[in-house]
């Protein structure tokens, strides 16, 4: 087991190399000098080629690429010149927005699409299942702007039941802080919860059928017992993955949802810094952004490992 | 009759297909006492895994069964979900096939085997992984509580069917069947497993339908010999009766296709020339006769009923039956 871990931890490696070389990429290859965004209006050529010079903008590329990773290994992603904020200090404010968001929202997710999955397998091609996979199969063709606009119709404008927009910190008032989550994180798991039943009926379908499940039932177990601990492990491998990517995804920040609901999360600090040509924190976060995902992955395979004795022991 | 522990009646077995409705069991009339064996024989596609299925009520959810499976009084196919669990994994027991597909590849072994004691049995967890420890020795496990922790692929295929076999003789089961249970298995544990379950079968004091494609098999095993054809019985009788004279050419031709030790280097193997009938196009006549040497005339018009033959116990279902003084000669 340690063995495993310790090969997925090298794969890691070459992984986050490409992505901070491809992050890098990005942002130099944008259109337009960052000295002139800088300089703005008071842009000379002198000027500009003076904050070149002390940026370190007329080194090769290469060099500025070295440069720069030699930094972010030690932890310093550079500041934006607009707010004088680091990177980090500003990840590090609207995380916990994101993480918050993301968690309510797989949450709710997997409380719907779970349960459904289950009870659509359980009774395959049946007038429920039926129903549930053309309904999940409909909520997947909903985009999520529009259930939100719903959702605050509905529950906002009507019903007076939530708030529409806003934010307070978890830490200021935890039970207002809450209320501003349900509507986003709501929209998010509407357009989780198709893709998480989906998987997992259908897995959980070709397991029932397998051998051991007909034995299960020769054993004389509970139909409950058949379902949940005999089928359900063994078909939670794909649902591990999307759940995975869908987290490593929002840890990212849900850049329309935050922005349809104005909560300060990292989706937002993107979309602000794309807006104000701010490439550093851009080019900071999407890195962090990255890496979160890929560090996600890691932690979806290890996640097998348990569910799956067989590739813990390195057989399958 | 009345005394029998499982009577199967009239028991058949159809499936939907696209081609149309295939007869996988058709008719069959068994019938085992408490502690003896039963022997069912025929090649793959003659329905005797879905005769087993139908025993254990475990057919695809589309199969229409009709006839009677009474087991202890009790009418298995009309019996309520509950009464019918409650039955299974206690009084009739399976040991599937292939061992590598029938225990479940994220469970422990321990876990597999402990369920289905705590489930009938009224026992502790305590209690309940002392019986797993006897039962794995019984079925000649090696160290026997490292066992319990381990997961099916740390085991070999042997050991995998002898913990099928342990998982199925947990609860002292009055019927066991084993379908096919060495057919996954090296030739060199081919014999250990079935010696094993002879010797749990004698001890235990349980009846057994053993379901092989192999007369060999059977032979020096069960009491009682059924061959299957098409979905049906064609051949019934005690095994020394059965061995001693065989009446139908289909056991004949099963027989022959056994290798045989005597034989010379490269002789070709007597198989039985051509295929089972499709099961969705049924025949008018015997459902052997196109690949019978002795089939004539009326063999491809009627369907020879099952007759007795003058062996107590021993019927045929052929109008041409071989009258062999000694054995085969193919």
Known sequence: MLNFVVRRLLYLIPVLAAVSLLTFLIASLLPGDLAYVILGDQATPEKVAALRHDMGLDQPMWWRYLSWLGQVVQGDLGRSFRTGQTVLQAVAERIPVSIELMLLAEIIGLAIGVPLAIACAARAGGAFDRFMTGGAFAMLSVPSFLSAILLIYLFAVELHWLPATGYVPLTEDPAANLRFFVLPALTLALA???????????????????????????KGLKPSRILFVHALKPSSLTLVTITGINIGRLIGGALIVESIFALPGIGRLLVGAIYTRDLIILQGVVLLVASGFVIMNFIVDMLYA?????IRHGHA | ?????????????????????????????LTLEAGRTLGVVGESGCGKTMLSRAILQLLPKKARLSGRVMFAG???????PESLRKLRGRDLAVVFQDPMTSLNPVLTIGTQLMETIQEHLELDAAAAKKRSIELLTAVGIPAPEQRLTQYPHQCSGGMRQRIAIAIALSCEPKLLIADEPTTALDVTIQAQILDLLAREQRRRHMAMILITHDLGVVAGRADEVAVMYAGRVVERAPTPALF?????????ALLAAIPKLETAPHTPLPAISGRPPDPTRPVPGCSFAPRCRYAAGRCHQAKPDLSAAETAGHFYACFHPIRMAEGIGA
Request: hydrophobic content about 45%; charged content about 25%; proline content about 6%.
């Open chain 1, 192 to 218: 989780e919860w198709p893709g998480i039943m989906r998987v997992l009926r259908s897995d959980m379908i070709a397991t029932l059928q397998e051998d051991y499940i007909s034995l299960a039932k020769a």
């Open chain 1, 306 to 310: 348990v569910l799956d004795p067989r």
């Open chain 2, 1 to 29: 009759m009345s005394g029998a522990l499982l009577s199967i009646q009239d028991v058949a077995v159809e499936l939907p297909t696209p081609r149309g409705n295939l007869r996988a069991v058709d008719r069959v009339n």
């Open chain 2, 74 to 80: 009790q009418d298995l196919a009309r019996l309520e």
């Open chain 2, 244 to 252: 001693k004279r065989m009446h139908m050419p289909y056991t004949e």
